[in-house]
């Protein structure tokens, strides 16, 4: 029997639940609004998606109803994407047709390379610039360990939320968080 919560070793034995480090405990400046975000029960994955048939792929996804599409620069395909973004016919739920997202909610990961807030707000200023839009639904830290290790999680994450304040994100997330 596994109890919710618990984690059990190769032997079947109970293992103690993982350490956190002291630089794990961040402290947000943004406040919790009424304007919560909702994501998609099914989001259009990208990785691996060949550049020649991306557009139309993201395109007809959206335009059979799948509203959430998954991105990363490391993937190598965002304009491609944004392309497929752009050229979907979709109603958005956030008010009318169009908008910058054309009515999908857009994940956008800043890849494991970026280590400091100037490199974060580049590849967040650069993926958005790559798929044509102005704001992202959602912004993750792609593979945030190193971060954790080298105590720079708490600049990079404020880095982020003055992407929220600054209207270029609407929320922000981890990604592979092991």
């Known amino acids: 029997l596994v109890l919710p919560g618990s984690l059990v070793g190769k032997g079947g ?25 909702s994501l998609p029960p099914v989001t259009l994955g990208t990785y691996r998606m060949d550049k020649s048939s991306a557009a139309r792929s993201v395109a007809a996804a959206l335009n059979l109803g799948l509203r959430a599409v998954d991105t990363a620069p ?47 707000r580049s590849e967040a ?6 798929l044509g839009l102005r704001c992202a639904d959602l912004i993750l830290l792609h593979w945030p360990c190193d971060l954790i290790e080298s105590n720079t ?22 990604s592979n968080f092991n």
């Open 13 to 37: 034995g109970e293992l103690p639940p993982p350490a956190v480090p002291e630089a794990f405990t961040l402290h947000s400046n943004i406040e919790a609004t009424k304007d919560a975000i």
């Open 74 to 120: 490391t993937y190598g395909n965002e304009m491609e994407i944004g392309r497929g973004i752009a050229s979907a016919s979709v109603e958005s739920d956030r008010g009318g047709k169009g908008g910058d997202s054309n009515g999908a909610f857009v994940i956008v990961k800043i890849p494991k390379r970026a280590t400091d807030p100037v490199s974060v």
């Open 125 to 130: 200023l650069n993926s958005l610039r790559n």
């Open 153 to 174: 999680l708490g600049p990079v994450w404020n880095e982020l939320e003055r992407l929220v304040t600054e209207g270029r994100a609407r929320s922000l997330g981890a």
